[in-house]
């Protein structure tokens, strides 16, 4: 029996007021697959992020998520469903520690605080920046190390899939190919991924599908290889 995706958007609109962002988006992420959205700044990939997490007042069309239709339902419930969403802005909680802030994930996993000590180990595994800093207050690591605590604190609920909007954004190259190490790990370990990403070159590079987006809506789509390898395209809808 083939297998079913994890994700999949059909038809989808959005708009911020009168405006109409997104303009029938379609598109599906497999499970333990990475897939990109790239394209421009403002062709609608934040916009589609936020819309299937159900960030946004008006959206039509139709996002199953490992079959269940999301499109009536709050964020809260996509969240319980499985589906994560790492904003660009991080939002870090102010006065936590790094171990405080990943135990907010881990209080939101079905689980709950039963699996502190094992969620702990798994991120001291994938993130080693962090657990030298369980003790210090989050805000006062760098942009990238509250970057990777973000993700950590996402994973640490335990989701069926995580969406990634600009991990990249204001973080020193150093840290941007350390982070993608890390990404390349948790492809490895089967996460499934849904990433934004303004470097489109690391993004491609450990994606195994991508899809262009140029004005709210699809315009092409293929593996992530060939895309990596074809510099026209990226000319075409990717240059600055």
């Not at 946004?56 to 589906?83: C, D, I, K, Y």
């Not at 609920?157 to 991990?167: F, S, T």
Request: glycine share 8%.
């Amino acid at each position: 029996m083939a297998q079913a995706p994890v994700l999949s958007v059909e038809k989808l609109n959005a708009w911020y007021d009168r405006s109409h962002i997104l303009q029938g988006v379609s598109f599906h992420v497999m499970p333990g697959e990475v897939v990109s959205l790239i394209g421009r700044n403002g062709a609608g990939k934040t916009t589609a992020m936020k819309s299937i997490m159900g960030l946004l007042s008006r959206t039509t069309g139709q996002v199953r998520f490992n079959g269940v239709s999301l499109l009536e339902r709050p964020a809260h419930e996509r969240f319980h469903h499985g589906l994560a969403f790492v904003f660009e802005e991080r939002r870090i909680v102010p006065g936590l520690t790094v171990m405080e802030n990943i135990e907010l994930g881990v209080m939101a996993s079905p689980e709950g605080r039963k699996r502190t000590k094992e969620v702990v180990e798994e991120i001291a595994e994938t993130f080693p920046r962090l657990k030298e800093r369980l003790a210090q207050e989050a805000v006062t690591m760098s942009g990238g190390e509250q970057q990777m605590l973000a993700i950590a604190r996402a994973m640490a609920a335990q989701p069926k899939m995580i969406m990634l909007d600009e991990p990249s954004e204001g973080i020193m190259p150093k840290l941007v190919d350390e982070m993608f190490e890390y990404f390349e790990l948790l492809k490895k370990k089967g996460v499934t991924i849904l990433l934004v990403e303004q470097s489109v070159e690391h993004a491609l590079r450990i994606s195994d599908r991508a899809y262009i987006m140029d004005q709210g809506e699809i315009v092409h789509e293929a593996p992530a290889q060939d895309l990596l390898n074809d510099e026209a395209i990226q000319e075409r809808y990717c240059s600055v």
